[in-house]
């Protein structure tokens, strides 16, 4: 019984076009969303959040929506980089549940040159 | 700061070894979490900490074990090694109190069992 569920594993997108991974969830007790990104070989890294008090986060080029009634986020990276080749995972929190993260099963994303 | 840090980066165990996963950070965080990666998956919860003598199953807490002594170690122990256990492990910290949640990780330790 996946919680969290990413359908996507992975995204092609041409170097300076939109980048928009998806995320769906189905615990209504989350009330923390994350997206963390993930290089081989190395742990994952966080990259934004959203609190489910919101709909819309910025930071940069990374931008997070969320539609709560949809139990639905996504990321939007704009304008895309060749460094932005990685593993996106999107993960959920219950804050009053020990913080724990549930993560999705990843989303590969290659960024052409 | 070196942040989340794992030892050892690789290791190979036959079928019933045991072995333990180092972990330690240096941030004074309270919570601390152990996570293991399956090819193509994304990561699952096996074992938490709030703080230093108290530990909680997550996910997949079955053939492990997990001790929490000092708010800086974390370690995580495999008693009977099955191929099951083939993966990558991942240690989290996060100070618990922050609004983001955000949790850091260490580099991970990838495992074989044969």
């Known amino acids: 019984d996946q919680q969290v569920k990413q359908n996507s594993p992975s995204l092609s997108v041409q170097e300076g076009r939109i980048s928009i991974l998806n995320c769906d969830y189905t615990?209504?007790?989350?009330?923390?969303f994350l997206w963390y990104k993930k290089y081989p070989a190395e742990g994952p890294t966080f990259l934004i959040s959203?609190?489910?008090?919101?709909d819309k986060n910025e930071d940069g080029r990374f931008t997070v929506f969320l539609n709560k009634s949809a139990k639905h986020l996504s990321l939007h990276i704009v304008p895309s980089q060749p460094g932005d080749s990685a593993v996106y995972f999107c993960a959920a929190s219950d804050r009053a549940a020990g913080n724990k993260l549930t993560f999705g099963g990843g989303t590969r994303v290659l960024v052409k040159p | 700061n070196a942040g989340v840090t794992q030892t050892p980066k690789f290791r190979i165990l036959k079928i019933g070894q045991s072995m333990t996963l180092q972990c330690t950070q240096d941030m004074n965080h309270n919570y601390m979490y152990w996570y293991r990666q399956d090819p193509g998956m994304g990561l699952k919860l096996i074992y938490y900490s709030v703080g230093a003598g108290i530990t909680d199953k997550g996910e997949v807490p079955n053939g492990y074990n997990v001790s929490r002594s000092t708010t800086e170690d974390f370690p995580l122990r495999l008693e009977l090694a099955a191929p099951s256990q083939t993966s990558v492990y991942f240690c989290a910290s996060s100070d618990g109190t922050g609004v983001s949640n955000e949790q850091f990780f260490g580099p991970g330790t990838r495992l074989t069992v044969l």
């Open positions: 615990n209504s007790m989350f009330d923390y």
């Open positions: 959203i609190s489910s008090i919101k």
